[in-house]
């Protein structure tokens, strides 16, 4: 385990969405692949209308209603960005910060918050 050091920020190899369960799916360069709730995405949207300017972490916003994601746009070469059908599109979410935000099994094995709707 080597902990402290950076790595290099993995790379989004496809988004997915799956609006049977109003679903993104993340595959990424090392072959991981999670699959995130539009609520969940929606609600860590680090944009400042969202989290203001305080500048810490990215807190988790729930959303008014539950959303849909409308359109997935290419930002550079290291973030996307959602179009949400609450017209919200400012969110630019960096590869890294998604891939932070996995919330599979394997990424998060100790499921200690619970799994509330
Ligand atoms: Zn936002
Ligand atoms: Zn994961």
Same mark, same amino acid.
């Given at each position: 385990?080597?902990? @402290? ?15 049977? #369960?109003?679903?993104? #799916?993340?595959? =990424? ?17 680090? !944009?400042?209308? !969202? #989290?203001?300017?305080? @500048? ?11 959303? #849909? ?14 179009? =949400? ?16 935000? !996995?919330? !599979? ?13």
């Amino acid at each position: 385990m080597t902990q @402290g050091i950076q790595p290099e920020e993995p790379q989004l190899t496809e988004a997915r969405r799956l609006p049977a #369960q109003s679903r993104l #799916q993340l595959t =990424w360069s090392d072959g991981h692949v999670g699959a995130y709730d539009y609520t969940y995405l929606r609600g860590f949207c680090p !944009c400042a209308g !969202c #989290q203001g300017h305080g @500048g810490g972490p990215v807190q988790f916003k729930p959303p008014a209603a539950d959303v #849909q994601l409308q359109h997935i746009e290419v930002v550079g070469n290291y973030a996307i960005s959602f179009l =949400w059908s609450d017209g919200h599109a400012t969110g630019i979410y960096r590869f890294g910060f998604l891939r932070e935000l !996995c919330p !599979c099994r394997e990424c998060c094995p100790e499921e200690e918050l619970g799994d509330s709707k």
